[in-house]
């Protein structure tokens, strides 16, 4: 086996070694000679052994545990997985969803709870006589503290309302149409005396008061006035019960002279 001597300290190199295995000196200029030795087989004949050994010991070792989510590090592919933190849930959220409820529930009972009926200190036939007192003076301001918010709503329409604008209907005009114009007029209660009683009858209720006006004319001097008076001087009012007063309201009162009764829709809609 031809090998390369090391110059400085004569030990026998392999052919392919450049420098010495014992002192490292440069082989790089020795030639190759024949080993003195016998023939011995080459390291590399050892290395199936090392790497036979090498993999038992790795097979004889546990395997690791896999790695979670947490344990893995960013790489150069791309940032590290997400890990949602966990929620907190607070104490107490619960209860105020229940004292909610309560509240709301208390509310309702409130709002649908029978009320005891109390009645008006006004008596409903004194309204109908203040209501016709006021009738004669022929001002809205005068007849809106015995009227209904409804029918001063009506009243009040042409002011706003571009069709009666359009028509060249004044409020004045529209008011004397529903209000003053309609009997008893001012002069029939400028020369009478009102005498007013409540009616019983199938329209009246606990919130509702059926009021007969009579006029007794107190010009009595021709005949045929006193009988065209008689057949005209008998006038019935519907009331409602408002803010705990009783008001006259229009669109009833005159939906009953008409033979349709009394209804709680506001006038005008």
């Not at 090391?6 to 000196?25: F, K, M, W």
């Not at 008596?123 to 918010?149: D, I």
């Not at 020369?191 to 006029?215: C, E, F, G, M, P």
Request: hydrophobic share 40%; aromatic share 8%.
């Amino acid at each position: 086996m031809q090998v390369r001597v090391c110059p400085n300290c004569g030990i026998e190199n392999q052919r392919s070694r450049t420098v010495c295995s014992e002192c490292h000196a440069s082989l790089a200029t020795v030639t190759l000679s024949v080993s003195t030795k016998a023939d011995a087989p080459e390291a590399t004949v050892a290395q199936p052994a090392a790497v036979a050994t090498a993999t038992m010991e790795v097979t004889a070792t546990p395997p690791a545990p896999e790695p979670t989510l947490a344990d893995i590090a960013p790489t150069s592919m791309g940032p590290k997985p997400y890990v949602s933190a966990p929620v907190e849930v607070k104490q107490g959220f619960g209860f105020g969803y229940l004292v909610l409820g309560i509240i709301i529930l208390a509310g309702i009972a409130i709002a649908f709870w029978p009320r005891k009926f109390v009645e008006p200190k006004v008596p409903a036939t004194k309204v109908v006589e203040s209501f016709l007192q006021a009738k004669r003076v022929g001002s809205v301001e005068y007849v809106k503290p015995y009227l209904t918010k409804a029918s001063i709503k009506a009243l009040e329409r042409p002011a706003n309302d571009r069709q009666f604008k359009s028509a060249g209907i004044t409020p004045r005009e529209f008011q004397k149409m529903l209000l003053f114009g309609i009997p008893p007029t001012a002069d029939q209660i400028a020369n009478s005396t009102i005498k007013a009683d409540l009616v019983q009858d199938k329209d009246a209720d606990k919130y509702t008061r059926i009021v007969h006006a009579n006029l007794d004319t107190k010009i009595k001097s021709n005949p045929i006035a006193r009988v065209i008076d008689s057949f005209n001087s008998d006038y019935y009012y519907v009331l409602f019960l408002e803010d705990g007063k009783w008001k006259v309201d229009l669109n009833a009162t005159n939906k009953r002279s008409l033979g349709l009764g009394p209804t709680r829709l506001p006038f005008g809609k």
